[in-house]
């Protein structure tokens, strides 16, 4: 199984990931698409707000996927962020695919990125300006092809371990029905 956690930048994803990990037990890994891109990125192009490069990232994804984690359920953090890279995902694996919108107002993730301090945290307008350019319609596009999207907030309260509950029963919700 693969979960890919949706959300914009800072909406807390890696930490949310982390300890469903945790939750979960030893069958679950954590593979995030900002540590790929940190390694595979120069720090400059990441503070910039380039992306990694395609071909890497894909060749990457499609490694640890049908690879090194084959007999593990994913977590993938930030991948896909567009259509195309939903379809190649599709195209990669047969394991089922269960989407997760962790969805965070705003003002919590500025706040977030000026007391995290990372340096790629820079560039949050070309983020924020990507996301509405080309994550939220393939999150339409996932709602038409009738994927198993979820979405969970915690409103105006900036409690991530709220959301990693919600994710945990979502998960036990759905493995028990499948």
Request: glycine fraction near 6%; charged fraction near 30%.
């Amino acid at each position: 199984m693969i979960v890919v956690l949706l959300g914009e930048t800072n909406s807390g994803k890696s930490t949310i990931g982390k300890a469903v990990v945790q939750k979960m037990g030893d069958d679950w890994v954590y593979l995030s698409s900002g540590d790929i891109a940190r390694r595979i990125t120069s720090e400059d192009d990441l503070n910039a707000g380039k992306f990694a490069p395609e071909n890497m990232m894909r060749s990457e994804i499609t490694h640890m996927i049908n690879g090194e984690y084959r007999d593990k359920n994913i977590i993938l953090d930030g991948f896909p962020r567009f259509a195309e890279q939903n379809e190649f995902l599709h195209e990669i694996t047969s394991d089922d695919i269960i989407f997760i919108l962790v969805d965070v107002p705003h003002e919590q993730i500025e706040n977030r990125a000026r007391n995290r301090g990372r340096s790629d945290d820079n560039a949050l307008a070309e983020k924020f300006k990507f996301w509405q350019e080309h994550t939220v319609p393939m999150i339409r596009q996932i709602i038409e092809d009738h994927d198993e999207l979820y979405t969970i907030s915690n409103g105006d309260e900036d409690n991530i371990f709220m959301n990693v509950e919600k994710v945990c029963e979502i998960l036990c919700r759905y493995l028990s029905q499948n």
